[in-house]
């Protein structure tokens, strides 16, 4: 089974912060990556797919890049909605999620 | 536009059975996988597993299998998910999502909980 890796865990940061959380394959899964977002008492909302395509509606300020087994989610100025924990999911071979990361406010 | 709308909260004893729907509408049913993910009380995100919804063949990730089925009534778009033996690390709330690889919709949960 495909391991994923997330870091951190919990990462404190302001309004207006560079903000990246990464995450890794237990073995090389191409590009085959999406990010969610979850806020308390919803369910995820993915973000991006294929390591760095944003979804539909998705603010730019969210990006992702990497494949192989090495990736990264970029908030490029963190806003107040963006307080909440984020996850990474691999689906190269059935699906993993990472951990989770969450973004506190500072 | 799709929606995923599941079935309400549900209150079990420990040793009963619990069956979650998920009805789907906005799109063809039977054109697109349903996976199942679990998440404990503030814990991550759990993939248990899938259903081809064309050929109704269940796929059940490691740690749900025997107690867990996947099932469909495509007459209704409904996808179930039914657990047995429900035991107290059971609780939690598992969502459908309809699966293209990345998981772009998602039923709203349903909070299953375990407790005598």
């Known amino acids: 089974d495909i391991q994923m890796t997330q870091s951190p865990s919990t990462l404190s940061a302001s309004v207006g912060d560079r903000v990246t959380i990464t995450c890794r394959a237990s073995q090389s899964i191409s590009s085959w990556l999406a990010w969610y977002q979850q806020k308390p008492g919803k369910a995820p909302k993915v973000l991006i797919y294929?390591?760095?395509s944003l979804e539909s509606g998705v603010p730019s300020r969210f990006s992702g890049s990497g494949s192989g087994t090495e990736f990264t989610l970029t908030i490029s100025s963190l806003q107040p909605d963006d307080f909440a924990t984020y996850f990474c999911?691999?689906?190269?071979?059935?699906?993993?999620f990472g951990q989770g990361t969450k973004v506190e406010i500072k | 536009q799709v929606q995923l709308v599941q079935s309400g909260s549900e209150l079990k004893k420990p040793g009963a059975s619990v069956k979650v729907s998920c009805t789907a509408s906005?799109?063809?049913?039977?054109?697109?996988?349903m996976s199942w993910v679990r998440q404990a009380p503030g814990q991550g995100l759990e993939w248990m597993g899938w259903?081809?919804?064309?050929?109704?063949?269940?796929t059940y990730a490691q740690g749900f299998t025997g107690r867990f089925v996947f099932s469909l009534d495509t007459s209704v778009s409904t996808a179930y998910l039914q657990i047995s033996s429900l035991k107290a690390d059971d609780t939690a709330i598992y969502y459908c999502?309809?699966?293209?690889?990345?998981?772009?919709?998602w039923g709203q949960g349903t909070l299953v909980t375990v407790s005598s």
């Open positions: 999502a309809r699966d293209t690889g990345s998981l772009q919709h």
């Open positions: 906005g799109h063809t049913f039977t054109g697109y996988t």
């Open positions: 294929k390591a760095s």
């Open positions: 999911q691999q689906y190269s071979s059935f699906r993993t």
């Open positions: 259903i081809n919804t064309n050929s109704g063949n269940p």
